[in-house]
Structures are given as C-alpha cells and as structure tokens.
C-alpha cells in the first residue's frame, strides 16, 4: 500500500530543519534597545529612518552656538565674578557633554558588534535557503549593510559633536582660568585700596589729635602768649621814643667794625701767603730738588733736581699729604717715586714730598692746596643718574706683573664694581671693607690715567683710562656707591 505523503507538511518539516540549523547569535551582545528599530526601505533598498518626536532637545552644535551667543551678550553686563562663576558651570556642562559622548562611543560599538554578528549569521542562513527564503534574507542582509553605513554616518556626526564639545570644554576652561585671575587681581587691587583707604584714614586722625592737642595748648597759654606781646610792643614803643638816634648809630658802628675785621682778615692771609712764598724761596735756595707740574687734579707732579749732576733715582721719596703747611700730615702709602699724580682724596690739602740722599732730608711743597679739575663735578653728576657707569679702560699690571691686552669695559654700578670684556667677565666684586681703590701710586707709564684697584686679597689691578678726567671721575663715582654701602674705599694701608 503506497503511503501518501502532503507536499506542505514536507515544506515545513523541511524549514524547521534549516532553521534548526541555523546557528544561534552569541548571548555576550548587550543591544541597546530591546526591539527592532522601525524604519522604512527607499530606492535602492536605502534605509529611511521614520520620524521621531523631538524629545531630546537641541544637538550638541545648537547648544554650543546658544552659549556662545548668550556669553556674547552678556560679556557687558555681567561682573567679574559673576562671568567666572558662568564660566565654571559652562566647563561642568561642557564635561557632562563629554561623558555622555563617552557613553554614545560605548553604545555605537556594541551596535557594530551586533550588526556584525547579525550579518554573519544571515550569510549563514543565506547558504541554506534557496528560491523565494533566500531572497528575504538577502534583503534582510541588505537592511543590515545599510544600517552599518547609517550607524557609521552617526558615528561622524558623533565624532563631529564630540570635537566641537572639546573645544568648548578647552575654551571654557582657558576662560575659567582667565576670568579666575582677573578675581584675584581685582581682590588684590581692592586690597591695596582699602589699606591705603585704612593708613590714609589713621594718618588723618592722627593729624586731628595733634591739631585738637595744639589747638587745646594754645588757648590754654593763649592769655599768656597774648600778654607777652604786648610788652613786647610796648618795650619797642618806649626804644623808638627814647632812644631812635643812638640805635641806629650803634648799627651803623657795627656795620663798619665787621667791614674792618674783614679787611684785616684779607691783609693777614695776603701776608701769610708772602711769608710762606718767602719762606719756601730761602729753602729753595738750599734745596737741590724742585717740585714741578700744575698743582691741580689731573696733572701729575715731579720732582726734579736743580743741580744736573744728583742722580734723583737713587734718592729714597715719601710723598705725604696734609692740611695745611704747618698741620700735621700722613704718609701716602706706596707713593715712593719721583713721580705722583694727585687723586679726588688730595684736594683742598697741600702735597708734600721728602727726598733723602747721601743722609741728608729735603722737603718740597705744593704752593697751595691742590685744585679741583674743571668740569669734573658736572661729569660726575651726569654719571650718577644711570644705574651703571662704564669707562673703557686698559689692564697694565694684574697681580703686580705687567700685563699687555685689548680694552676692557670697567663697569661701576651701585652694589658691585665689573671689569669685562664682550661677553666674558674678568673680574667681578661687591663693595666689601677688603677692596682698595685708588689713583695709581706706584711706578706707571701715565699715572694721571692710571687707577689701582685691589678686589680682594691676592688679586689686584692697575687700570689705565682715556683721559685723566674719566680716571677722576671713576673714582669719585666709586667712592660715593661705596659710602652708600658702609664701606670706605681708600688706598693701601690708608
């Protein structure tokens, strides 16, 4: 008996079979939602997405350019304190924005995945389906592919979005920052002027008391006071009545007597100086060594012998300076050559020099105290209103030992004294109780020009300048930055 079979009950045996074949997607996809989005096929099987209720609001880009025109039209209104405090909720959102982008990231990669593994498991199926079954899950497969490419155009939007947001993030945070110093600054300034507002209002109330304090004294000894005055009215009332002619011819008397002291005091001086003119030609007359060179600063003074044949180089010398003639004086340390040039210390005093030869001791003498050089005071005057005075300058000994080299730039400034040359520093020192400075002393090609300058122990420098009057003027300039700091700078053991 032939045993008859339904061709429809075969057909569906036979898809239950395929489809128990098919293998099952992998349960470690978490899908976002959990249904199949709803959309529509265009042409060319393009996915059309259906509308949606706007529920979210505004795009990323919408709400960036809103903030950045609303702080736009608020950036006059609002105050300093105010913009910060815009700012630092501004930077919240902006990080808030940048979580959630984060987030959107996370959500489109297991949307990949699980296209993907939807897609593998369509081919799966496509290879055992044939006709009218095969067709369905190529246009499945289809709809897959084109909701890859729509979940990659979101990705770039979402790249797009995540950029801006950065950019509003970095923006926002540079103004944070900004709006944060200009507090502080603000804060600092409104200090200050309230201190000031304090010191301003004690000083005026200080002023007040002692205004209240004299004003209290005054008329407390104003009956006193007022009658001092008047007697003293009166005692010049009754001087004028009684006695006008004899005040006025005692005056007059007094008037001639200091005309008269000031003559004899002219007369006195007059003949000292003849005296002493005198005095020094008689010893001339029996000194064989005579003191030549202009008794003023900036020259330099010689002693010559009058008679050719005494050989003055082996001869001992110690020049001294002093007070006057007849004062006491001091020695001038390491001045022991025939040849000294007057340094700013020297003037208004007289210079003297002692010679001993073949056991015997003469003394020569400046006719007068030695002179200020002219133009020197405006020289230095100009120096001091710079920071830094530099003089060009030539090192010709270094340690005692001559020593040849190129010009150096002697700097002297109000807390150190530097000798360079370009770029490289020879020596450099601030004023301390062990550096010495002084017009040259001993043996020099041009002493007028040359200055001693000791930094400290076991390093010293002899110093040539361009001309006598910028020599002068570095020490004298030295010397007042030096007082300025406590500190004497004076020659050798002077």
């Not at 890859?148 to 979402?158: I, P, Y």
């Not at 009658?227 to 005692?250: C, F, S, Y």
């Not at 030992?401 to 002297?412: E, L, N, V």
């Not at 200055?451 to 300048?465: A, D, E």
Request: hydrophobic content about 35%; proline content about 3%; charged content about 30%.
């Amino acid at each position: 008996m032939t045993k008859t079979v339904c061709p429809k009950k075969t057909e569906e045996k036979k898809v239950v079979c395929e489809e128990a074949l098919v293998e099952p997607i992998s349960a470690d996809v978490s899908f976002a939602f959990n249904h199949f989005p709803s959309y529509k096929l265009g042409p060319d099987d393009q996915i059309v997405d259906e509308p949606e209720d706007d529920s979210k609001g505004l795009s990323v880009k919408d709400v960036v350019d809103k903030e950045i025109s609303d702080l736009s039209d608020q950036h006059k209104q609002l105050s300093v304190r105010d913009l910060a405090c815009k700012f630092d909720k501004n930077l919240a959102a902006a990080s808030k924005l940048v979580d959630e982008a984060k987030l959107n990231e996370v959500t489109s990669l297991e949307g990949h995945v699980m296209l993907k593994k939807l897609r593998d498991a369509l081919e799966t199926v496509r290879g055992r389906m044939d006709g009218r079954n095969r067709e369905e899950v190529e246009k499945a497969i289809s709809m897959v592919e084109a909701l890859a490419v729509k979940l990659t155009q979101n990705e770039g939007e979402l790249i797009q979005d995540k950029f801006e947001v950065k950019k509003l993030a970095s923006f926002l945070k540079k103004a944070s920052e900004d709006a944060k110093k200009l507090v502080n600054q603000e804060k600092s300034f409104a200090c200050a002027e309230i201190d000031s507002a304090r010191a301003l209002v004690m000083r005026l109330g200080g002023t007040f008391e002692e205004q209240e304090l004299c004003s209290k004294a005054s008329r407390e000894q104003g009956p006193n006071v007022e009658k001092l005055v008047e007697e003293v009215q009166e005692a010049r009332r009754i001087k004028r009545m009684h006695k006008p002619t004899k005040v006025i011819g005692m005056q007059h008397e007094l008037y001639d007597l200091k005309s008269q002291i000031r003559e004899k005091s002219a007369y006195s001086v007059k003949l000292q100086r003849e005296i002493a003119i005198i005095k020094r030609a008689e010893g001339s007359k029996s000194c064989p060594y005579v003191l030549d060179g202009a008794q003023s600063l900036g020259s330099c003074l010689r002693i010559r012998a009058s008679d050719s044949g005494v050989d003055i180089s082996k001869c001992s010398i110690q020049w001294y300076r002093a007070a006057s003639e007849s004062s006491r004086r001091e020695a001038i340390s390491g001045a022991n050559w025939s040849v000294y040039a007057p340094e700013p210390f020297d003037v208004g005093r007289v210079i003297q020099a002692d010679i001993i030869s073949n056991g015997q001791k003469f003394t020569v003498t400046t006719d007068g105290p030695i002179n200020t050089a002219a133009g020197l005071q405006s020289r230095v005057e100009s120096l001091l209103r710079k920071s830094n005075s530099e003089f060009t300058v030539v090192i010709s000994q270094m340690n005692g030992q001559d020593h040849t080299s190129r010009s150096h730039i002697f700097t002297i400034g109000k807390a150190r004294i530097k000798l360079s040359r370009g770029w490289i520093t020879k020596a450099r020192e601030i004023y301390s109780t062990s550096m010495q400075l002084c017009g040259v002393r001993g043996n020099a090609n041009l002493p007028a020009k040359a200055l001693f300058w000791q930094l400290r122990k076991g390093l010293t420098f002899l110093l040539t300048f361009e001309s006598e009057q910028e020599r002068n003027a570095a020490i004298v300039l030295a010397r007042k930055y030096a007082d300025e700091c406590n500190v004497t700078l004076v020659g050798p053991d002077d």
